[in-house]
Structures are given as C-alpha cells and as structure tokens.
C-alpha cells in the first residue's frame, strides 16, 4: 500500500506514475495528504520524474497554508495506489489480474471500509417500502338472457373472494333486446390473483352466468 | 477542429463567475470576463494572485482569440507543454483563464481518442480531468469520464 519508501527513487518513481494524471494525491484540491508525503520526501524530485516534480513544486507552493489544508493527516503508506508494496514485488504489468482469486494483497482498511459500506447498503434496501404490484381490472359479466336475475349475479361475483382482491364499483350496460350485462371492477394484486382465477371462479356460476370478458386491465 | 468564438462560451463563463449583472457592449469578451471575474463571490482572485499571474491570465485570453480560426489540436499541444511543469495554467491557483480554455478545449475534449488522451495529452488530460471537479464549471452536463488504460503505459 501506498508509494514505498518515497526517499529513495523506486519510491518516487511510483507516486510519479500515480501523479501522472492526477494533481494532488487525494482529491481535486490540496489536503492534508498532500502534506504527509511532501513532507516524508528527501527533498524535490529529480527532473526525470517530471509529475511528481510539478507536483512538488505545486504544493511547496502552498508552504504557508499547510497547516490549513483540509483533511487528516494519516500515515504515509495509505496514500496512493492500492497496490502492494515492494515486498511483494509489483508485477511489473498490473495485467494479469486473477480474476477469480481474492486479492490477497487487498488493505485490511480498504475491506472494513467495504464492509461497512456494504451493511449500511443492505439496511437501507430492507427499510425501503416493498411496493405491491397492483392492477385495475374491469370485468364484463354476460348472463344468458334477459331474465337472468342481475341483481343476484352481481351477489354472487362478489362473493368471489381470494387474497389481494378488491372489488369495486359495478354497473349495469344494456347490450340489446334487453339483455344486460354486468360491468365490475376490482383491484388485484397481481402476484396473488390471475385473471385465469377469476374468469373461472365466476363462470363457475353457471347457472347465472355465460362468460366472462375482461374489458379493461390497467397497472395501478 | 476549429476553436469556436469566445462570445459563444461567454454565457457558461458569466454564469459560472456569478454575473447575470449588465454588460457594457463596448468591451470585448475578453475585458467583460476579466472585470466581471474581479468580484465573483465564490472564488476569490480568479484574475491572478500576483501581477505576474494576472499578465499570465491575460497572456492567455490574448492566446485564446488568436487561436479562434485555428485548430483545436495547436491549442491543446500549447497547454500540454504549459502544464508539464504545472498545475494550472496561470500559477499555482485557480485563474479565470483556466475557466475560459476548459469551455473552449470541451468538445476537443470529449473527442479525443484513449490513445491521444493517454500518449500525447497526458498533462491536458489531467489538468481537464482536475478542472472538471471543481463546483459550478460543468453546468447542467455530465463530466467525462478519463480512465488510465494499461495499453499504453
């Protein structure tokens, strides 16, 4: 974690790549990070490393202000890239990642940090709402004929009862030649209740009813 | 590409500076920007902290014009060997000038190729990469993203 010892050139040769397209070592402005590593450096770094030379020169000159810059100071070795350190030898191409292995060179701070990110992530989803799925639906009731008691059939298509269904407002629609038909609405929630269940379960009165259509079916 | 006229990225800049104030016709974009920028309420010496960085403001509106019939790329290979040796353009600090080159370069910008970003523009990458974080400058639009490609390292 972080440049290695930046005194010496391997070190400062890595916060030179690291600056090569940023400009400070955290952020978008000068912070305490800045700071750290300023000051663990030996002195300007030589030209050949050219970002972390404009760097350098950059925050020195903010000399005067340092003890204002935002942020905490931290230990040097928790800036920078969050690769491991000279120890462990820095494959020199970063290519070969094992993409099934764990990282075992990972920042134990790193983890925490995930972690906790993580269980605030997974308290936030379970508190939120679960929103039901609902549907309006209107149904035409057709009986057989004119003499059909529709009083009655709007009794028993109520009566029609099923966890998350809701029946609504009814009317009466004059088909011709007297006949009627009744027009119902209801609310399902649709993971409990089918259509299917319903168009059975009314023309399960067979005695009243001739079919069943489904006029309008809208997401609530 | 060619380098657009100033007075077209006039309004991003004033509304950046804070100004929606009356502008005097008879000044150039240049001179509204520069006088304009003297009083903006959330940044303080956006004109340049010392003479010197201020003759480095002006220094590179005058540049900025000149460069409005030429091509995008002249402009950016300048700033590329600016900001070698620097963070911004104009000193150590966050000037106008920087202001004026982010809106005028953006559409370069965006149409750089990973290669170019990362072979010839590195410094200018990272520069507008930095500028593009600063509050208020990009507006209404998303910021582009810049990503260090392990092609060309």
């Known amino acids: 974690m972080g440049f290695g010892n930046i005194k010496i050139a391997s070190g400062v040769e890595k916060l030179n790549n690291f600056l090569e397209d940023k400009s400070y070592i955290d952020g978008y402005v000068p912070s305490q990070a800045d700071v750290a590593i300023f000051e663990a450096m030996a002195g300007a770094p030589a030209d050949k490393f050219a970002h972390a030379f404009r760097w350098y020169n950059h925050i020195n000159s903010y000399k005067s202000q340092f003890e204002s810059l935002p942020g905490i100071k931290k230990p040097i070795d928790q800036y920078g890239p969050a690769s491991a350190s000279a120890a462990n030898g820095d494959a020199s191409d970063d290519d070969d990642v094992d993409l099934f292995g764990s990282d075992s060179e990972e920042d134990e701070e790193a983890e925490k940090i995930r972690a906790e990110r993580l269980a605030a992530y997974q308290e936030r989803k379970s508190k939120k709402k679960v929103i039901i799925a609902k549907s309006n639906i209107i149904l035409d009731v057709k009986p057989w004929d004119d003499e059909t008691d529709m009083k009655e059939l709007e009794r028993l298509t109520r009566t029609v009862e099923t966890d998350g269904l809701l029946w609504g407002a009814s009317k009466l629609v004059a088909v011709g030649y007297g006949i009627q038909k009744l027009q119902i609405s209801c609310v399902v929630e649709d993971d409990k209740v089918s259509t299917d269940f319903l168009e059975e379960s009314i023309t399960g009165f067979e005695d009243f009813v001739q079919s069943v259509d489904i006029v309008a079916f809208n997401k609530v | 590409m060619d380098v657009h006229p100033l007075k077209d990225d006039l309004p991003v800049i004033l509304r950046f500076i804070d100004k929606a104030g009356p502008i005097n016709s008879t000044d150039g974009p240049s001179t509204t920007i520069v006088k304009l920028a003297e009083f903006c309420p959330n940044f303080i010496n956006l004109n340049g902290k010392t003479a010197f960085n201020r003759a480095l403001v002006w220094e590179w509106l005058e540049k900025r014009l000149s460069f409005e019939n030429g091509s995008a790329k002249k402009l950016c290979k300048c700033i590329e060997e600016r900001l070698q040796g620097q963070v911004y353009l104009a000193g150590n600090d966050f000037t106008i000038a920087d202001v004026v080159l982010f809106?005028?370069?953006?559409?370069?910008?965006?149409?750089?190729?990973?290669?170019?970003?990362?072979?010839?523009?590195?410094?200018?990458?990272?520069?507008?990469?930095?500028?593009?974080?600063?509050?208020?400058?990009?507006?209404?639009?998303?910021?582009?993203?810049?990503?260090k490609n392990n092609i060309y390292v």
Do not use: A
């Open chain 2, 103 to 147: 809106h005028c370069l953006k559409p370069y910008f965006c149409d750089l190729t990973h290669s170019e970003r990362q072979t010839q523009f590195v410094n200018s990458c990272r520069w507008f990469q930095h500028i593009q974080h600063t509050s208020g400058i990009m507006g209404e639009s998303k910021k582009i993203p810049f990503l």
